[in-house]
């Protein structure tokens, strides 16, 4: 079945350490998506990409990098420029046939 | 810019009653509008979408959502709450492509947490 993948599930960082979670999705979407959960928050854009090779900022993308050297990979980097990283990140891919938007089941990012 | 609007971050029913959670948005252009459940520690769920045409909109689960664009709003219903809605519900609005938009994502509200009673 297609879906995206996110990886880990659950992570743990120390303070000062980049991280990286995976996202990867095998329902040829373009367009992929990350996005920060926070209690009574909802979700905050930090980076979106349309196609290989080319990416742009959201709403709160200071702190995160990512890459997209291929269609169905998307990974994010938490640096340790990222004040307050510990949150559940959500990826997600988007199809323009139905504008069906399909979500990872999440990685729930802690810093100790 | 858009905006989305969930009116109560915690809603209460009993088991049997109505559900309503209210959404209302901000939209230079007619939107698309969402409607998504999320169980937790888990990823979401599409209940229900509007983009074009009738404007209400039956989705997943029994639940149904109508489009009033002279309120801008478009509140989830369903007419009898089971034990198993209890989730987190986000509303989320999207310029169309048509417009020029929607590349961006989606925008969305906050959420409601909504709460079963036996």
């Known amino acids: 079945d297609g879906g995206i993948t996110q990886s880990p599930k659950y992570l743990f960082r120390k303070e000062g350490q980049n991280v990286t979670l995976s996202c990867e999705q095998n329902?040829?979407?373009?367009?992929m998506y990350w996005y920060r959960q926070d209690p009574g928050q909802g979700l905050r854009l930090i980076y979106y990409?349309?196609?290989?090779?080319?990416?742009q900022k959201g709403d709160i993308a200071e702190g995160y990098s990512v890459s997209r050297e291929k269609k169905e990979s998307f990974p994010l980097t938490v640096t340790s420029a990222q004040k307050n990283p510990t949150a559940f990140y959500l990826c997600a891919s988007r199809t323009d046939f139905n504008y069906g938007y399909t979500f990872g089941s999440g990685t729930r990012l802690t810093v100790v | 810019a858009q905006s989305v609007t969930q009116l109560g971050s915690h809603v209460s029913v009993s088991e049997g009653a109505l559900v309503l959670l209210r959404c209302n948005y901000s939209?230079?252009?007619?939107?698309?509008l969402f409607w998504y459940v999320q169980y937790p520690n888990q990823g979401l769920q599409l209940l229900l979408k509007y983009t074009t045409g009738a404007t209400l909109v039956k989705g997943i689960n029994g639940f149904e959502a109508e489009f009033k664009k002279s309120e801008t709003s478009f509140h989830l219903t369903k007419p009898s709450a089971h034990m198993s809605d209890a989730a987190e519900y986000f509303c989320a609005v999207s310029d169309p492509p048509s417009s020029g938009g929607g590349a961006d994502g989606l925008t969305f509200g906050k959420g409601t947490h909504l709460i079963i009673q036996p």
């Open positions: 990409s349309q196609i290989v090779n080319d990416f």
């Open positions: 939209s230079s252009v007619p939107p698309y």
């Open positions: 329902l040829n979407h373009d367009a």
